[in-house]
């Protein structure tokens, strides 16, 4: 979509937001870029990435900045990562953390079913620590409001006050003596609450008020409110890092890509970390979307590597 001068541009843009956090005007980037054009070449560029939603005039000010799609392409496309030095890397490995998420049971308190449409069921989890999860079902067929109401009695039953992880022996003993049509409903259930156990790592966050020093974040007083309630929480996170389970190195979320109302002005960059081969965690780091990504994706990537290797030793 973009040609070569385009592409200059918008890189020297990026990389100069990201430096000073401050509009970038036409002679800024002319000397930045180092293309021997003009200004009002460089005007009439900026217009055209303007109209293609690659930046944004801040109220009155003369300058642009980058977007969350500038910033997307920018890391795609016009990002040259750079290999960490051996110092770097020998003081990350002295940096790991000690300890490390390690999985946990968590007991189960409550079990709703609600319908959504005539084969959709909301599966609704609720924990003795007041967390609460929700997964859509897709059914075989359409479940009656009474049928709803017994298969979350009889999974009351067997299973409140037990943890997520024994709901594997519900089926294997319990429900295999029921004859009933809501078993398959209760199997569902019974499915997402062991991939709950299995994936309920605890979370380890470390540096969250380092975000203060970021204007950008800082002086949105409502937006760092959210931010904040979103650390304490940490469900949401929770189910945005097991995304990160499922990759197969870093993955990169900028502004409402990660889902999270919170992190629209964030970005996040993931990377899994292993066991004897096996994922366990996620490893990630939460910033501006003006973050340096040319040194935090290499940071995370081999923190995440020295990580696993510690791990498995």
Known sequence: MLNDRSQILLKTLVERYIADGQPIGSKALQHFSGLDISSATIRNTMVDLEALGFVASPHTSAGR??????????VDSLLTVKTLDKLTITELTEQLPIDSPKRHD???KQIE?????????????????????????QTERLFS??????????LNEYC?????SALTHLVQNELVRLKSDIVSLMNAAVAVGASLAKHSDSMIIAGEHQLLGFGDLSSNVIRMRQLFALFEQKTALLQLLDLGNHADGVK?????????????????????????????????????????YQRVIPIVDITAQLLSTALSQ
Do not use: H, W
Not at 160 to 164: E, Q, R
């Open 160 to 164: 409140s006050g037990k943890t997520l």
């Open 65 to 74: 900045i980058p977007t969350a799609l500038a910033y997307r392409v920018f």
């Open 113 to 137: 079913f609600m319908q959504l449409s005539e084969r959709r069921v909301l599966l609704i989890l609720v924990t003795s620590d007041g967390d609460v999860q929700n997964r859509i079902l």
């Open 145 to 154: 409001a009474s049928e709803l109401i017994e298969a979350a009695n009889v």
């Open 106 to 108: 968590i007991l189960l």
């Open 252 to 292: 990169i979320y900028i502004g409402d890509e990660s889902g999270l109302a919170p992190l629209d002005e964030c970005s996040v960059i993931t990377a899994p970390y292993r066991v004897n081969g096996e994922i366990v965690g996620t490893l990630g780091v939460i910033g501006p979307s003006r973050m340096d």
